[in-house]
């Protein structure tokens, strides 16, 4: 019954922003810790940063350090990724995953099906 769905990609100059969402549907998050994922053409899949159910941040990836914010609305069961000042380098398809555990460990166990981002002049 629950799905994950991503919204919010799309094309940006070097420096834009953009503001992912991953909202549940057909269920909730309460138990689910939530992380973005990215894979750009030719590269594995790399996590990007987790969001407990309580709100710890981990996992982040270093080159996005500083310029990404991850932040979750349990009461309408969705989270965000927040990115700023992106670089050439951003560019790939974004995925939310989640854990059955509500801590940054273990097994993903549901995904989304991505939104691209592309970053270019």
């Known amino acids: 019954q629950l799905q994950l769905v991503e919204s919010g990609g799309g094309s940006v100059q070097p420096g834009g922003s953009l503001r992912l969402s991953c909202a549940a549907s057909?269920?909730?998050?309460?138990?689910?810790?939530i992380a973005w994922f990215r894979q750009a053409p030719g590269k594995e899949r790399e996590e990007v940063v987790c969001?407990?159910?309580?709100?710890?941040?981990?996992n982040w990836l270093e080159s996005v350090k500083g310029r990404f914010t991850i932040d979750r609305n349990n009461a309408i069961h969705a989270v965000y990724l927040q990115m700023n000042n992106l670089r050439p380098e951003d560019t790939a398809i974004y995925s939310c995953?989640?854990?059955?555990?509500?801590?940054?460990?273990?097994?993903?166990?549901?995904w989304g099906k991505g939104t691209p981002v592309t970053v270019s002049s």
């Open positions: 995953a989640a854990r059955s555990s509500s801590w940054c460990s273990g097994p993903l166990t549901l």
């Open positions: 057909g269920g909730t998050l309460y138990s689910n810790s």
């Open positions: 969001i407990s159910v309580n709100g710890d941040r981990a």
